[in-house]
């Protein structure tokens, strides 16, 4: 009876992984470093090199992804969570050409998202196959259970610090919690607001060295964004600074990243909770 059950869930997680666009969730310890900005920016490049993107702002309470596209959305997250609007019909055309599922903002009720209805937008998400080879899920920043339970289903993370030590410290406090939860999580560190590549790899090897210590897990140096004025200018026009200065050395960053995040989307996604369970059931 379990070796039915085992193989009619290796079944399902089959179907699940050809159906489902792979998930990022992109987070952060502490805010201000600048994480909704890479999603937004990181959204664009990935459209361009072909991949069908959304972006997910599960920053709930106070998402400003809409702001930085400079758009005025009829519905966001909150509608979804009602029930009132699918997450389909809740996307809207974003700059760049990817697809925005814009957070919900000034709801403190959003902010307090409970299991059922996390799943239920996690539901949604995974039927997104036809829509999206990409779901990157911006998160709130911190390490409130939205953004773990977020966390601990998505394909990668992708952990947003900068050199500054309470970033720093903040983006290695959410590593340790999600992975004693999750061992096997691919965590991916990118390094914002940098002088230079240098920084970027040393601020890398600090907290991966932490984390091989007393984690016993590793993470991939996913890249940096140099600290760039052009940014700055970019989020006051609401445009997305790839868009707005192709050309300046935080455009070319993200773009760099976007093709290290592509290279790895083509791969396999790694066992999910069903593949999981199956491999429970059999021993």
């Known amino acids: ?21 792979r998930l990022i969730a992109v987070i952060s310890g502490k ?10 920016n990181l959204a664009i490049r990935l459209s361009a090199m072909g991949r069908k993107v959304v972006l997910l702002d599960a920053d709930l309470g106070t998402a400003n992804a809409d702001v930085l596209c400079n758009l005025t959305p009829r519905a966001n997250l909150a509608h979804v969570v009602s029930g009132r609007w699918s997450l389909s019909e809740a996307m809207v055309e974003a700059p760049g050409g990817f697809r925005l599922i814009p957070g919900a903002s000034g709801l403190a009720q959003m902010a307090t998202l409970g299991e059922f209805e996390r799943q239920r937008i996690l539901e949604q998400v995974r039927q997104l196959g036809q829509e999206a080879d990409l779901v990157l899920i911006d998160t ?3 390490i409130g259970p939205n953004v773990i339970g977020f966390a601990l289903e998505a394909d990668e993370l992708l952990v947003v610090t900068t050199p500054e030590p309470t970033a720093i410290t903040d983006a290695y406090a959410a590593i340790k919690i999600v992975t004693r939860q999750r061992p096997d999580a691919d965590v991916r560190l ?17 907290i991966d060295s932490v984390c091989r210590r007393f984690l016993n897990v590793s993470t991939r140096y996913a890249g940096h964004v140099v600290a760039d004025p052009r940014v700055t200018a970019a989020v006051r ?8 200065s192709p050309q300046c050395e935080a455009s070319v960053c993200i773009a760099q990243l976007a093709h290290r995040m592509d290279r790895h989307a083509v791969d396999p996604p790694g066992d999910g909770l069903i593949r999981r369970m199956a491999t429970w059931l059999t021993g």
């Open 190 to 206: 990118l390094t914002n607001m940098v002088r230079d590549a240098t920084e970027g790899r040393a601020v890398h090897e600090r």
């Open 237 to 244: 026009r609401r445009r997305p600074f790839v868009i707005d």
């Open 1 to 21: 009876m379990l070796i039915d059950q085992a193989e009619a869930l290796r079944n399902l997680a089959r179907k699940v992984e050809v159906d489902s666009p």
């Open 140 to 142: 709130v920043a911190g």
């Open 31 to 40: 805010g201000g470093v600048g994480k909704s900005n890479i999603a937004v």
